[in-house]
């Protein structure tokens, strides 16, 4: 739809309230023969809950009552309701369980069917579980795999390869708002960077602008350190309501916004309309502006998502007021743009988000301190609550307890680097997810916020 | 008396065969990895739409346009049904005179199963009076092509594949 009736702008309400207890993960690698999906999913579930809640697997099975599952692909997997061989793996039967799928966005929907479970007092404790499996087929099969979540008539058999998808939109954005093109660079270069810091991340690095500007172009202007892992991997986190949250933990994280929006599969059939405003922006923002709305430099998913996930948790200043944000990072285009969809800065100036420092550490709102999706991991299912996790350690003051120990780092055979640096955001109170499908065929945005009443 | 028993028997074309290197990595010690191979067809209808692909293999570029809303636009990809009323639209010849090229990415590294050769320039065409932006491709490019706002024109395959592949564009200069 392009114009919306009063329905369709109805911010969400929670009944009751819904928190964030516990996050484990998995390290992320391109292949991983060493361990089945059920392996990596009862892993990143058992660190949750033994790490996180230390308490043991039997006590805490004992209260759990409802079971979100996380996988965007049957086909890379190659098994049909794989969540119930998962399920039976941890030990779950008969509980009742759900899979969730909205492609890239289903870390980010898996999370919200979780967030409504709880709401709703359907149930009192969730666990979500994310994977993906993306290593049983070669890279170019794997890529028209993900190409089948095109449009299949009009538009996966013109390259098989969501890059290209991307690449068509960054030409054009690059036409309309002409940034410097060094920095789309800098956010791979930054989210590779910060990935060396965690151990979990598949591709940490350190690049210059050069050497990611000169890197073989996969889909131009698309270099390959600027388009997202294939990944196989876990994420799993755990939901609960007030009682049983503060009886797990002192130092719950509270969900305070949720939003969930879409648009059409196909880029080509996004139809022009007027800009969704969001809580920071005056109508006078652009009552001059020439350019098409949304266009192909804009997911009108994004904004909406960010509409109600805003006017939910009050937020009227998102660069002011959150303090540590993760974005769906797939490629360096789509960060920009969901830079100015998520209302940091207007349309056509999400550049400055990177240039002015903001979304770096030590800025206004560090942004994917975990290396995102570019440096870490894009192991489908796991994404969106892998965004969440890192999320959740920050606004605990733990994400040195996750990424400095050296357990961690010797748990997947790796040696922390030398030059280890902090990324522990001071007194982070308030953070913000943003899960991604297709070209913004479906986002999520979730805002997390410290639970607990400080002393 | 002995009782007697039928024999069951795996089918000789199962062939079997382990992996050892995979992503030009090896595979761990006491790791199998075995290969399922596939070869699937699968019978997809256009259904409501198969007009626009036998449209395409007659040389004809066919859109829809919806008779109740109004200008609302001629959709290109055609659907059969207005997503804003839900009444069944109506067909129309697309008037490509002024197609140009909205924009563009030339694909290196295609996925699986792309049917073009690469280096294989990929676009969005833009045409007055469509309110939408087809996906398609230069069939023909030379130094400096595509740019945005290239004019082009519709290209139909002589043997037609009966997939979006069987149009293409190539520069109205």
Redesign the interface.
């Known amino acids: 739809m392009i114009s919306f009736g009063n329905g369709n702008l109805r911010v969400p309400k929670l009944s009751r309230p819904v928190y964030m207890v516990a996050a484990g993960l998995t390290d992320f690698r391109k292949f991983y023969p060493e361990k089945q999906s059920t392996e990596l999913c009862l892993e990143s579930l058992k660190m949750a809950v033994e790490d996180g809640l230390g308490i043991s697997p039997r006590d805490f099975k004992k209260m759990v009552n409802f079971c979100v599952y996380s996988q965007f692909a049957d086909h890379f997997g190659d098994q049909l309701l794989a969540a119930a061989k998962i399920h039976d793996y941890l030990g779950f039967d008969p509980l009742g369980n759900i899979e969730v799928k909205t492609g890239g966005a289903t870390g980010g929907s898996s999370v919200l069917a979780g967030v409504m479970a709880i709401a709703s007092g359907y149930a009192s404790l969730v666990p979500v579980i994310g994977w993906e499996r993306m290593d049983e087929v070669n890279t170019r099969q794997g890529n028209a795999y993900i190409a089948s979540a095109a449009c299949k008539d009009f538009e996966s058999e013109l390259g098989w390869l969501y890059a290209t998808y991307y690449a068509l939109m960054m030409r054009r954005y690059i036409h309309e708002y002409n940034p410097n093109r060094e920095t789309l660079t800098k956010i791979a270069q930054k989210n590779h960077h910060y990935a060396r810091f965690s151990p979990y991340s598949q591709l940490p690095g350190d690049y210059t602008v050069d050497e990611i500007l000169k890197s073989a172009v996969v889909s131009d202007p698309l270099t390959f350190p600027e388009c997202c892992a294939m990944s196989v991997g876990a994420a799993s986190i755990v939901l609960a309501d007030e009682e049983t949250a503060f009886r797990l933990t002192d130092h719950p994280v509270s969900v305070v916004g949720t939003g969930s929006g879409s648009h059409t599969l196909r880029t080509a059939d996004r139809r022009n309309m007027p800009v969704l405003l969001l809580p920071n922006e005056r109508p006078q923002l652009y009552q001059d502006r020439k350019n098409e709305w949304p266009g192909f430099t804009s997911f009108l998913a994004a904004r909406f998502a960010a509409y109600l996930a805003y006017n939910m948790a009050d937020i009227t200043d998102p660069v002011k007021e959150l303090d540590v944000l993760e974005t769906h990072d797939a490629f360096t285009v789509s960060d920009i743009q969901t830079y100015e969809d998520i209302g940091l800065r207007p349309y056509g100036e999400g550049a400055d988000f990177i240039e002015s420092g903001d979304a770096f550490i030590g800025g206004r709102l560090p942004t994917n301190l975990s290396g995102g999706l570019l440096g870490s991991m894009h192991s489908v299912g796991a994404t969106g609550i892998f965004q969440l996790s890192e999320i959740f350690w920050q606004i605990r003051g733990e994400w040195n307890k996750f990424h400095a120990d050296d357990k961690y780092w010797g748990r997947f055979g790796k040696t922390k680097p030398n030059n280890f640096e902090n990324l522990q955001v001071s007194n982070a109170r308030r953070g913000m997810a943003i899960s991604h499908a297709g070209t913004g065929s479906h986002v999520t945005a979730i805002i997390l916020e410290r639970g607990w009443s400080s002393e | 008396m002995s009782k007697q028993r039928q024999q069951v028997t795996i089918s000789a074309d199962s062939k079997t065969k382990l992996a050892d290197v ?2 030009r ?1 090896n ?2 010690q006491g ?1 199998i ?1 075995r290969e ?1 191979p596939r070869n699937i067809t699968h019978f ?1 209808s ?1 259904g409501g ?1 198969s007009k626009f692909f036998d449209g395409l293999a007659a040389g004809t570029l066919w859109g829809t346009v919806c008779g109740s809303c109004g200008n609302a ?1 001629i ?1 290109l ?1 055609p659907r059969v049904h207005c ?2 009323c839900w009444q069944e639209m109506s067909w129309v010849k697309i008037d490509t005179s002024q197609a140009t090229v ?14 073009a050769t690469v280096p ?1 320039p ?3 065409v833009e045409i007055p009076g469509i ?7 230069l069939s023909e490019f030379g130094d400096g092509e595509p740019y ?1 706002g290239m004019p082009i024109r519709p290209v139909f395959s002589q043997n037609p594949t009966y ?3 069987d149009l293409s564009w190539v520069s109205r200069d």
């Not at chain 2, 309110?131 to 491709?137: E, F, R």
């Open positions: 995979l992503f990595q595979i761990p790791i990895l399922n997809h256009y739409i636009g959709w990809p997503p804003d909205y924009t563009h990415s030339t694909t290196n590294y295609p996925g699986a199963g792309f049917k294989c990929l676009i969005s309110c939408t932006k087809l996906m398609s491709y945005i997939t979006i592949l």
